[in-house]
């Protein structure tokens, strides 16, 4: 059937967890605890459907965390049944991510990735359901009639692959293909246009800008180029503040591979002679080991935090995104369609050139303790070594943490050598996934493939290719199909390389957990489910059981706040080191106050601010900067433990353009007595003058 009107809502909330005293997800870096907040982490979901069959929609969600978990969109189906009854549903909602690496951690099912987190953190886990629901919310109530447009266009400067040699393993004559559209990287990003409502766009880089030595809650490149779009349509709106006319949507393609940090990775080796060379360029080593190899960002020399790289490959991002919004795109037509299976990847046999292979239960390799020139590990491991003895001592004492590896799983998951087979352990609960999402969504000529995963570069485009050329011999869409990776979403199952990067096993073979058929398993049930995106499908998809839920068994080792209590003489919210009020400031300084502290972990103040930067505008506090501007910070430091004392420190580094005038900054706290309820208070600094 025709279709070139949909029904189309679009909303944003704040999902940001905990911002102190919690572990932060993505480098899986013990030591990397937050300590305050640089910018709220955002949920936006955008909804298309059929103006006239109301069940024919698809619920898409954007948000700001380092991947889609099985035990986050559970909770987040249950809440919705609630409200919608069988409106959004397991088929036709997607939590897709941005991939960020410096969100809260603590929310993912399995225990994996909870152990850096010491276990599962149920605020971050809550903050992201009520988030993503208040986003569906927004989404829904501002559903009307519009149309849709789609287009692409080349990325200049905004990725670069981070395992280029593994990447040569591909067929040179597959990789011949892509050399006009980027090479080793993507460099196109798709977009789909809602009009002035706003857009959703797809374009492959990892959310490594800011680096792992960071302690701040941010939202990474793809966070920063959303608030950048949103802020040029709405300059006087306070961000997220469910008011805003535009929600601009960076989702994330097929990442695996790809990097922010486009100088290349050097070696930081002071007093060694490899000190400000290239690292080796197969196992990514400075002088045989891992940990001084890293990964620069465009703007390395300005700050060593990678914020500025942070918000330069943001506005890449941004750029593209605007030159296409002011295009003349394709419009969309046809029909909204979705489908979706549970796939059991464990000894998921198929056929494959006419022999059957199959899948394996998890398993990392010893590259995938290595990390990458983005967040290098530790304990001498090396990628691309394929060795069993890269460090003799886990040899030993890797078995004492999960299971041996069966005769049968080593030659399953060979060439891999084993370091964690995790798909065999399970105490306290697994610590891997076995069963994965497999969803799609069609929206006209448009294919969303939603993968749990992180596919590498020519993993997305046999995917994509695959897909596509199925669309089109089905019959399903003709030569204007058009498919789009997204994720990691739904659930987390790490990476997926191509059989050839499999073998030489860096860091994202290493972390192909289910073996080296893994992309061919997926890209044999994703086209296997094209027909079910038919305007009428052919009955309902054999599915693999759920997934068992998770969340209720899960650990938690993170202590809860005891107490908070004031210095002796002092109350909260004084303010112990004020700003100068003797001379005005200009545009490029910091301005910051200090004052008497509470733990923030006492009120998440979702959806509000811990500081207000306020202009007196005739008499009259107006707050014109909030924790979500990428020019405020918030950090917060623990005096004593014993005394239950903190202090925070509120900055605001004035941009260039601010109005002159008087200003004052604001801090919002909530303090937790040894004995009685949580009671909020406010801060204020002295007034000062901006030039």
């Known amino acids: 059937m025709a279709q070139d009107q949909y029904l189309l809502g679009l909303g944003i909330a704040d999902i940001t967890g905990p911002v102190v005293e919690t572990n932060m997800m993505g480098y899986a870096s013990l030591a990397q605890t937050d300590s305050g907040l640089h910018m709220r982490q955002r949920a936006r979901a955008f909804i298309v459907g059929e103006p006239d069959v109301e069940a024919n929609r698809v619920l898409f969600i954007n948000a700001d965390i380092a991947m889609g978990d099985t035990g986050v969109r559970r909770a987040i189906l249950a809440e919705l049944a609630t409200k919608y009854g069988t409106l959004y549903t397991a088929q036709n909602f997607g939590l897709s991510s941005t991939h960020q690496h410096s969100g809260v951690g603590g929310y993912l099912e399995n225990l994996l990735p909870q152990i850096t987190s010491l276990g599962f953190v149920n605020e971050t886990f809550g903050a992201i359901v009520q988030g993503v629901v208040l986003a569906v919310d927004r989404a829904h109530e501002s559903l009307q009639l519009g149309s849709l447009s789609l287009g692409n266009t080349s990325v200049i400067g905004g990725n670069i692959n981070r395992s280029p040699t593994a990447y040569l393993a591909n067929p040179a004559a597959e990789r011949a293909m892509y050399v006009d559209q980027g090479g080793d990287q993507d460099k196109f990003m798709s977009l789909l246009s809602f009009g002035s409502r706003g857009f959703l766009s797809w374009f492959p880089v990892h959310g490594t800008s800011i680096y792992e030595n960071n302690t701040l809650v941010s939202s990474d490149n793809k966070g920063m180029a959303a608030y950048l779009y949103e802020s040029s349509i709405d300059p006087n709106a306070m961000p997220g503040n469910g008011n805003q006319t535009f929600v601009a949507g960076f989702a994330q393609a097929n990442v695996g591979d790809t990097s922010p940090n486009t100088l290349g990775a050097f070696c930081e080796s002071p007093g060694e002679p490899y000190d400000g060379l290239p690292c080796q360029a197969n196992t990514s080593t400075c002088g045989g080991t891992v940990e001084d190899c890293h990964g620069r960002g465009p703007g390395f020399t300005l700050d060593s935090y990678g914020f500025h790289s942070n918000e330069m490959i943001a506005q890449i991002q941004v750029d593209a995104a605007q030159s296409l919004m002011n295009s003349t795109l394709s419009p969309v037509t046809g029909t909204v369609r979705s489908v979706h299976v549970y796939l059991d990847m464990a000894n998921h046999s198929f056929i494959l050139n006419g022999t059957t292979v199959q899948t394996c239960p998890a398993a990392m390799g010893f590259s995938f303790a290595g990390g990458t020139t983005d967040g290098p590990g530790s304990f001498d491991f090396v990628q691309g070594d394929n060795s069993t003895t890269q460090n003799p001592f886990w040899d030993i004492v890797k078995s004492f943490i999960t299971p041996i590896p069966s005769a049968a799983q080593v030659a399953c998951q060979a060439p891999k050598p084993i370091l964690l087979n995790t798909g065999f352990a399970d105490f306290p609960y697994p610590w891997s996934p076995s069963t994965v999402d497999i969803q799609m969504f069609k929206i006209g000529n448009l294919v969303i493939c939603l ?67 893994t992309l061919d398993a ?145 801090y919002f706290g909530d303090s937790k007595p040894l004995i009685g309820s949580i009671s909020s208070f406010t801060g204020t600094s002295s007034s000062f003058t901006v030039a």
């Open 451 to 517: 993968i749990p995963g992180e596919l590498t570069t020519m993993s997305g485009r046999r995917l994509r290719a695959a897909v596509r050329a199925q669309l089109i011999s089905s019959g399903i869409i003709d030569n204007s199909a058009y498919v789009v990776i997204s994720g990691p979403a739904n659930t987390y199952a790490h990476y997926v390389a191509t059989f050839e990067e499999y073998a030489v096993q860096r860091y994202e073979g290493a972390s192909t957990i289910f073996g080296p058929y």
């Open 522 to 666: 997926y890209i044999d049930k994703y086209t296997s489910l094209v027909p079910f995106l038919a305007d009428t499908p052919p009955g309902t998809p054999a599915s693999d059981a759920a997934p068992p839920e998770l969340t209720s068994s899960a650990i938690s080792l993170q202590t809860a706040v005891i107490f908070d209590a004031a210095p002796i003489g002092k109350s909260f919210g004084q303010v112990m080191t004020d700003v100068i009020t003797t001379t005005a400031y200009q545009a490029g300084q910091t301005v910051f106050a200090i004052f008497v502290g509470a733990n923030p972990r006492n009120n998440l103040r979702l959806e509000g601010t811990f500081l207000s930067v306020e202009q007196d505008v005739s008499g009259t506090w107006t707050p014109v900067r909030s924790d979500s501007h990428p020019s405020t910070l918030y950090q917060w430091t623990r005096v004593s433990t014993i005394l239950g004392t903190s202090s925070v420190n509120i900055s605001w580094t004035i941009e260039s353009g601010t109005p002159a005038g008087t200003y004052r900054l604001q």
